[in-house]
């Protein structure tokens, strides 16, 4: 099916090459993976104004899906716990204030500071969002994740702050929007400290 090539390839340009597009990127990608698709299913469809909408509408569905794997893991590679008494919420609260300054997050080892962007929970994300079977993003269209992209790793560490800061009370919250507006900045940031790196 056509769309759902274009809505795939339009997941993978938001994972690899900007996780926030802006509406005529979006525009223009859209058209584009409309293209695409129909070149690789044989067929010739006329590009329609709601067809386009349902493949722009992916940008937030594949980073709702980064922030779903995220929000799995973090407690686990970060040390946040569960519970209600004082100790832990207080712990919690110590923990993601430590991890959100200065991106502490980003470390192998939080402690030191030491192997940025590179901490462990990072490839875990990337294998199971990309690469978690045969017919993976990350295999179909292996060509945009060799070698995986910055605007990839910046996504990744951008959702983990969010997942954090949903942490900051000292007991997780659910939920939440990973909005544009609130992340669009840090996404940027972490480009440029990649680049940096």
């Known amino acids: 099916m056509v769309l759902k090539a274009a809505q795939t390839e339009f997941q993978v340009r938001v994972c690899t090459v900007n996780a926030f597009p802006s509406d005529s990127e979006s525009e223009l990608w859209a058209i584009e993976c409309w293209k ?14 709601v067809h386009k909408k349902l493949i722009m509408d ?16 973090a407690a686990v590679y970060y040390g946040f716990r569960h519970g209600t008494d004082d100790v832990t919420i207080q712990a919690n609260k110590t923990l993601a204030e430590v991890l959100l300054q200065e991106d502490g997050y980003v470390y192998k080892d939080v402690a030191k500071s030491t192997g940025i962007y590179v901490h462990p929970i990072l ?17 179909k269209y292996s060509a945009s994740f060799h070698p995986i992209p910055n605007a990839s790793i910046a996504l ?10 949903r942490w900051a009370s000292g007991r997780h919250v659910k939920g939440g929007a990973f909005a544009e507006a609130l992340f669009h900045d840090v996404y940027i940031h972490h480009l440029k400290g990649l680049e940096a790196w």
């Open 36 to 49: 695409n698709g129909c070149e690789q299913k044989g067929q010739e469809f006329a590009l329609t104004d």
């Open 58 to 73: 992916h940008h937030s569905t594949i980073r709702g899906r980064v922030k779903d794997k995220v929000a799995l893991k």
């Open 123 to 139: 490839q875990e994300i990337i294998n199971e969002q990309w690469f978690d079977s045969k017919n993976a993003d990350g295999i």
């Open 156 to 165: 990744v560490f951008t959702v983990v702050e969010f997942v954090i800061s």
